[in-house]
């Protein structure tokens, strides 16, 4: 798992030889006149901000600060870098497929160069993230409906990778209603930026190894725990939202995790009562829920040939899925592999990079065939489908099986 996404950041100019068709245009924008390309929020009512925080943990030290040449010699409090999306105002139907009037980058600066340098400069382009933007409005004023506090979702990582690779999701959730916290877990992340540009970089070695995982999911957890402390402090809110909490609603929250973000949001659900409701995206049990089972409703998003009768690192599926006494499915997802959860096959579709993929008999299967843009569309309808209804109390026909509006969805449990 964790080798392989890897691979997908700092090797993917060793592969070649297989296309796959491009997302549709109206998904992916151009700006005219220049060299900047950005991702849309999707079809939401709710134009969307960002807020970038930088939280440092005064209750637990970094088990890895050591590694940490950029900073000096530690010990280091654990720092976790978040980006809150959230709904602005509610979107003007004059400005439908218009540019939007406010963009940010889709990474800082040196955490682009960074990926630049390791992935695209190896395919031959300069400059690719970093002229990559979201059309967040950064800092912007927070929508209050008087209430009616916006949910809460947390979002954990996939294992190596960067919270930026949940922007389109993430965006594309608040456009529907939601508060959407994205966190960096420091060391396991390639790369993490402060907000006074420091590097943080990932350096452990998890693959193969199950006590560093088993210490990496423990700080991952703690990473989420105090997060949502954060947001829960109304000075917090105050100095960062402008807001006094009333637009928040923290004490039952949804979480996501993709990959190994997915056994963080389990074993983040069993510790920590907030947590309401979960989603795995094509991720793992590894956690003491494997044993110890969860009371909470719970949705696996799998790729395709993903699921409990298969072998595979997803083989402990069925072992956990009787001790789940709550609310509980299973959905595949046609065309899709593991990377498909990420923002990486839309950022791959913008830039027409499908040709650097594997081939279909290596490791295509962990980006499957569909595009970025409908696997965004997709993730977003079920993902809010499901939050909706346990967050919000509002039922949702896609929940109760298969339609015809995507039939790309298998209901396998």
């Not at 005219?32 to 637990?60: K, N």
């Not at 006590?211 to 947001?231: K, P, S």
């Not at 979960?278 to 040939?305: K, M, R, W, Y």
């Not at 990486?344 to 990079?353: K, M, T």
């Amino acid at each position: 798992m964790y080798t392989y996404l890897k691979q997908l950041v700092l090797g993917l100019s060793t592969y070649n030889g297989w296309t796959a068709p491009s997302a549709p245009q109206s998904a992916l924008s151009l700006l005219a006149g220049d060299q900047q390309q950005y991702l849309s929020h999707s079809s939401g009512p709710y134009e969307v901000g960002v807020h970038v925080q930088e939280l440092v943990d005064p209750s637990r030290l970094d088990p890895w600060s050591y590694l940490d040449g950029d900073r000096g010699s530690g010990p280091f409090n654990r720092v976790v870098m978040m980006s809150t999306y959230y709904p602005t105002a509610m979107k003007d139907p004059d400005d439908e497929g218009k540019p939007p009037l406010h963009v940010m980058p889709y990474m800082p600066n040196l955490t682009a160069a960074i990926y630049d340098k390791d992935v695209f400069a190896q395919l031959g382009l300069n400059d690719s993230f970093t002229n990559l933007y979201t059309s967040a409005r950064e800092n912007g004023p927070i929508l209050h409906i008087p209430g009616e506090p916006f949910p809460v979702i947390m979002v954990s990582t996939g294992g190596g990778t960067t919270r930026f690779y949940y922007t389109a999701l993430a965006e594309a959730l608040a456009s529907t209603g939601y508060i959407v916290a994205c966190i960096d877990h420091s060391h396991d992340s390639l790369v993490v930026e402060l907000l006074n540009h420091t590097l943080l970089h990932g350096r452990l070695p998890l693959a193969g190894n199950h006590t560093l995982l088993l210490m990496d999911l423990d700080a991952r957890v703690g990473d989420t725990m105090f997060a949502l402390d954060e947001l829960d402090k109304l000075d917090v809110l105050v100095e960062h939202f402008s807001t006094s909490g009333e637009v928040f609603n923290v004490s039952r929250v949804g979480m996501m995790g993709h990959s190994l973000g997915g056994a963080t949001m389990s074993t983040s659900m069993l510790r920590d009562a907030r947590i309401a409701a979960g989603v795995s995206l094509d991720g793992v049990f590894f956690g003491p829920e494997q044993e110890a089972g969860l009371d909470s409703p719970f949705l696996i998003l799998g790729a395709e040939g993903h699921d409990s009768s298969k072998e595979g690192w997803w083989s402990n599926w069925p072992h956990v899925w009787p001790k789940i006494r709550a609310w509980k499915k299973q959905l595949n997802i046609k065309g899709t592999g593991h990377v498909s959860f990420s923002d990486v096959p839309l950022i791959f579709d913008i830039l027409d990079l499908r040709k650097y993929l594997p081939d279909p008999d290596g490791e295509v299967d962990n980006w499957g065939t569909i595009s970025g843009a409908r696997m965004l569309e997709i993730e977003t309808a079920y993902v809010a489908a499901f939050f909706d209804r346990f967050l919000k109390g509002k039922s949702s026909k896609l929940l109760e099986g298969e339609t015809g509006q995507f039939p790309e969805v298998d209901f396998i449990m």
